[in-house]
Each structure stands twice: as C-alpha cells, then as structure tokens.
C-alpha cells in the first residue's frame, strides 16, 4: 500500500502564547516527525523532544507512535507547581 498524505495538528501552548499548526504528513510518519515537519521546533527553540512529554488528545504517547488523519499532537511544558499546591493556593486567597 502507498503512504497517502493526511492531516495531523501539532499545539503547544504557552502562558500567553498559544499555537496550534496543521501538518501535512505520510501515513506511517510518527509524532517526532510531524513535530519536525510543523515548523514549531523553530518558533519555539526553548522545545526539547527529548525532556518535554508529548500527547495526542490529552493522551500521552511516545515520539515514535504513528499519527493517525485528524490526531492532535499536543506538547507538554513541564508544570510550576503540582496540582494540589495550586487548588491550595487558590483555597487561601
């Protein structure tokens, strides 16, 4: 079977930036490479693949998954403080 172009979203957020890509990819490609294909590695430099968890649909996965047509890939920063701090925090003010 011939690889066959579809169409994945690569989204990375900031606190006051967010940015979500439409990539053209081949099927079979995997996560990394959609990432790699979407350009956002170059609008963010501060992205390392290999610290920063990646999912697709709030789900984590590995780099190496295969995307499927229509997949969001999502890449994760790593959070300032654990969820329990901040509804503590929230509690107090």
Do not use: W
């Given at each position: 079977m011939?690889?066959?172009?579809?169409?994945?979203?690569?989204a990375?957020?900031k606190?006051?930036?967010q940015?979500?890509?439409?990539?053209?990819?081949?099927?079979?490609?995997?996560?990394?490479?959609?990432?790699?294909k979407?350009a956002?590695?170059?609008?963010?430099p501060?992205?390392?693949?290999?610290?920063?968890?990646?999912?697709?649909?709030?789900?984590l996965?590995?780099?190496?998954?295969?995307?499927?047509?229509?997949?969001?890939?999502?890449?994760?920063?790593?959070?300032?403080?654990?969820?329990?701090?901040?509804?503590?925090?929230?509690a107090?003010?």
């Amino acid at each position: 079977m011939a690889d066959k172009a579809i169409e994945v979203e690569v989204a990375f957020a900031k606190p006051h930036a967010q940015v979500l890509v439409r990539v053209t990819v081949l099927t079979g490609e995997s996560v990394a490479q959609a990432i790699k294909k979407s350009a956002i590695l170059e609008q963010f430099p501060e992205i390392e693949l290999t610290r920063l968890k990646v999912g697709i649909f709030g789900k984590l996965c590995a780099l190496s998954k295969k995307v499927e047509p229509g997949d969001r890939i999502e890449i994760y920063r790593p959070l300032r403080q654990s969820p329990m701090e901040a509804r503590r925090n929230r509690a107090v003010k």
